[in-house]
């Protein structure tokens, strides 16, 4: 895999690494990471941008409403790496968001490839585990369904990795531009964030890394009942329901623990990307077997009992079990409460003695 190169000291611009996406794509783990090590991060000349593209750390909602302004943003991103550099030579700087990946966004950012040396990471996966990962954390808080979702995204191409790539290479025709993709075998480290810091040109062993997952999915049957109870959601990013969730259930139960969709739908899913994934790959897998690659991990394998298999009733009754049992277990756990001596108390209307 080819790491983002040093910059030649005498002739280099600065340079600004941003990561556009793709969300259900690792970009938590990155996060998190970027995060955990950010003071390392400084002393090796490398910043964050914050939540108002000034350097320190993270840009969502900043970035949400500036392109809803129509903000031209070069000069800021531009800018803002110059002040930190000062006179100490070419400095490196990190944007990463998801937001970056929505439509749009690119233009906000045109000409900065001619100010500084740019290069564009996404981060993809085959799109039938993509789906049902999108439907968890977002969808399904809408109260719809998975089916009525693979629908939609079969009807209007989502998620649309190639054209949202095609979008940035047309406003930073200068930039460098990595595609890798969610598969442990083609990533540095076998996660995100590691590759993430590898494509920055810096070593594992000197950061700090999480080794457990956090963004976990949740059992077929809590997720069947949550999508039928929208109520209990404020929007697609309240996330308080799942975390109380996490924190009372056993960790057997933070997984799908099925295949969530049919292989109907997996067959279809396969078909619509087809041409966009091979694309995909052979422009920016690298050295890889491309034909190996999409047999191996972007044709579903074979899977037993599947959600779809499942009938209302027994989804139900499993759930049921479910939170019975976090109920029982953590009222156990729960410290023992002193208790005086019970009083006793007459009953009322006792029976005279015989």
């Known amino acids: 895999m080819t790491e983002l190169q040093p910059a030649n000291p005498n002739t280099a611009k600065h340079r600004i690494v941003i990561h556009a996406g793709f969300g259900k794509c690792g970009s938590s783990s990155i996060h998190r990471a970027l995060y955990q090590n950010i003071a390392r991060l400084r002393e090796n000349r490398i910043h964050l941008f914050d939540k108002n593209l000034e350097i320190a750390g993270l840009a969502d909602v900043f970035l949400k409403a500036s392109k809803k302004r129509g903000d031209q943003l070069t000069e800021r991103l531009a800018g803002g790496i110059e002040s930190v550099a000062g006179q100490n030579g070419p400095a490196m700087a990190v944007l990463s968001s998801v937001t970056l990946s929505s439509k749009g966004m690119p233009q906000l950012f045109a000409g900065l490839d001619q100010r500084c040396d740019v290069s564009v990471v996404f981060y993809a996966r085959p799109q039938w585990q993509w ?48 595609v890798r993709f969610l598969i442990s075998e083609l990533l540095k480290g076998r996660d995100p964030a590691r590759d993430f810091f590898h494509l920055l040109g810096l070593p594992e062993d000197t950061y700090r890394f999480e080794e457990e ?63 966009e994934n091979l694309w995909l790959l052979k422009h920016y897998g690298e050295e890889i077997d491309v034909d190996e690659i999409y047999r191996r991990h972007f044709l579903a394998p074979k899977a037993g009992v599947r959600y779809s298999d499942v009938t209302e009733m027994d989804v139900i009754y499993r759930c049921l079990g479910i939170m019975l049992e976090a109920v029982a277990v953590r009222r156990q756990e729960r410290p023992a409460q002193k208790r005086g001596p019970r009083a006793q108390s007459k009953p009322q209307n006792e029976a005279p003695a015989e």
């Open 131 to 178: 789906i049902p990962s999108a439907w968890q954390q977002w969808v399904l808080k809408r109260g719809r369904s998975l089916d009525e979702f693979v629908s939609q995204c079969l009807q209007i191409g989502r998620p649309a990795f190639r054209i949202h790539v095609e979008e940035w290479q047309r406003a930073m025709p200068a930039a460098k531009f990595r």
């Open 213 to 275: 997952a956090r963004n976990t999915s949740l059992d077929f049957a809590l997720l069947h009942v949550l999508s039928k109870n929208p109520h209990l959601f404020t929007g697609i990013h309240d996330n308080r329901v799942r975390q109380g969730l996490r924190q009372a259930l056993a960790k057997r139960f933070q997984t799908a623990n099925i295949r969530m969709l049919s292989s109907e739908q997996e067959a279809k899913i396969e078909e619509f990307f087809r041409e």
